[in-house]
């Protein structure tokens, strides 16, 4: 008899167990989807977007459409550094018939612009782009001579970029401060720095991995030589949300 309600009560947590298993899954899966969209990249970058995120048992599938190649990419680095992410399905599709052919002047003036929107050491709404024939040239307002010339630095380490032209004009900063939108979580850091080192001739062949706990990135992976490895860390450093990089890539 010992033994017969023994077996019973096994069953009966077996199959509770069971049930509970989808239900939890299904918590999960909710504050995957929660977390997407209330980051600060779904919230800032891609809030113009049309993205429709759907996620099952980890597995996360993008669908809808993008305004820009860049942000199909932002996206799916955003959503794979969020907590249960196991896989992302990018479905994401850039609007508009015609798109800017890769390396034609109108496409690096999108690319020049989404690069200064990543660093929070320049300003990417102060700042005009033009591009003809591969030259660069900005125009705007710098609120330092340092700005300035940081601004040239991160546009002629686009690749695709043949020469820069810096006519900004150093002006003295308002006392309103640039909105972040509100704190940066650490999937949209991871996100953005991913991008950053993507975006950057400079770094965008290096083999890196990027996590982020609580705005410190750590960064592994394989540089060609210290300097890579030193162009890495301040790219990352200069990215918006981020306290301090540890670099613990090795040089091949």
Do not use: C
Request: aromatic share 4%; net charge positive.
């Amino acid at each position: 008899m010992k033994a017969k309600n023994y077996l019973a009560l096994m069953l009966v947590a077996v199959v509770l167990l069971a049930l509970s298993l989808p239900v939890q899954a299904s918590k999960k899966d909710d504050q995957i989807v929660s977390s997407a969209k209330n980051s600060y990249v779904f919230k800032n970058n891609l809030k113009n977007d049309d993205i429709k995120i759907q996620s099952k048992d980890g597995a996360v599938i993008l669908t809808g459409t993008v305004s820009e190649e860049s942000h199909k990419t932002l996206a799916q680095e955003t959503v794979a550094g969020l907590s249960g992410v196991k896989t992302v399905d990018n479905r994401l599709e850039v609007k508009g018939a015609s798109l800017a052919a890769t390396n034609s002047d109108a496409w690096l003036v999108t690319k020049v612009k989404t690069t200064l929107l990543f660093h929070s050491s320049v300003s990417a709404s102060a700042t005009e782009v033009n591009v003809t024939d591969g030259i660069v040239t900005l125009r705007g307002d710098a609120a330092s001579q340092a700005q300035k010339d940081l601004t040239t630095e991160y546009a002629k380490d686009i690749d695709g970029v043949k020469d820069v032209k810096n006519e900004m004009v150093v002006s003295t900063p308002s006392k309103k401060t640039q909105s972040t939108g509100g704190k940066i979580d650490d999937a949209s850091i991871t996100g953005l720095a991913k991008m950053t080192l993507l975006y950057h001739r400079s770094t965008s062949a290096l083999n890196t991995s990027v996590t982020t706990n609580n705005g410190v990135v750590t960064l592994t992976g394989k540089a060609k030589n210290a300097a890579e490895k030193d162009l890495a860390t301040k790219y990352v450093n200069d990215v918006n949300g981020v306290k301090s990089v540890k670099n613990q890539m090795t040089i091949e």
